[in-house]
């Protein structure tokens, strides 16, 4: 089955810094590539997604790359406020009805003033 | 629309005790899931659902069991409970087809002594 890892674990910027996570897949039939957003407490939350017929995608001060030749996806935030604290995960799938998300590890980043 | 709901948010077990978990949603959508987030190990497929009536498994089944009579309701049921069930559990939904973001619940806490 698909396998996702995501690097790094936790990360530390500070305000207005670029933070970037990024994530590996093991299954090159994977093309559906959601990050998720999991606030203290809170569920997890869809923040952006791309597809595999594309290679980038932004959505103001976010921004996912991918590069399906080497399986690997990209997070980017930039001019990061302290609102973006929170942990974020990966996930990768094989579009379709039955399409089952695998999701990474988690990464908890913090942002400092 | 409430979207994906959940009951209990809280429940504490002793071993070998039985519960159900509730998930409800009121978005029509024809897929449901459940996963369990784990410290460290992000969130993992219990069981899931395309349809009223279908059910499978997903990578973490052992111990869980599922049904899905109407498309709104998708209860996950512990017959005896184990302290390796203390978990966060949330349920998910989406459409089958087109847009596949995934909604999640507020998530249900479990603890088994």
């Known amino acids: 089955g698909e396998n996702v890892e995501q690097h790094p674990s936790t990360l530390s910027v500070q305000e207005g810094d670029s933070a970037v996570i990024k994530c590996t897949y093991s299954?090159?039939?994977?093309?559906?590539f959601p990050w998720y957003k999991q606030e203290l407490g809170k569920r997890p939350q869809l923040i952006i997604d791309?597809?595999?017929?594309?290679g980038e995608k932004k959505d103001q001060r976010i921004a996912v790359t991918l590069n399906k030749t080497a399986k690997h996806f990209s997070l980017h935030i930039t001019e990061t406020q302290p609102e973006d604290s929170a942990v974020y995960f990966c996930?990768?799938?094989?579009?379709?009805?039955?399409?089952?998300?695998?999701f990474g590890t988690g990464t908890r980043l913090q942002v400092t003033l | 629309n409430a979207g994906v709901t959940q009951t209990p948010k809280f429940q504490v077990l002793k071993t070998g005790q039985s519960m159900t978990l509730q998930c409800a949603q009121d978005?029509?959508?024809?897929?449901m899931s459940w996963y369990r987030q784990d410290p460290g190990m992000g969130l993992r497929l219990i069981h899931y659902?395309?349809?009223?009536?279908?059910?499978d498994q997903g990578e973490v089944p052992n111990g869980y069991n599922v049904s899905r009579s109407t498309t709104e309701d998708f209860p996950l049921r512990l017959l005896s409970a184990a302290p390796s069930q203390t978990s966060v559990y949330f349920c998910?939904?989406?459409?089958?087809?087109?847009?596949?973001?995934?909604?999640f619940g507020p998530g249900t806490r479990l603890l088994v002594l």
């Open positions: 791309i597809r595999s017929n594309v």
């Open positions: 996930a990768a799938s094989i579009s379709g009805t039955a399409s089952k998300l695998t």
């Open positions: 998910a939904s989406r459409r089958v087809a087109g847009q596949e973001t995934q909604y």
């Open positions: 299954d090159s039939a994977s093309n559906y």
């Open positions: 978005m029509n959508h024809e897929y």
């Open positions: 659902s395309v349809g009223a009536g279908i059910t």
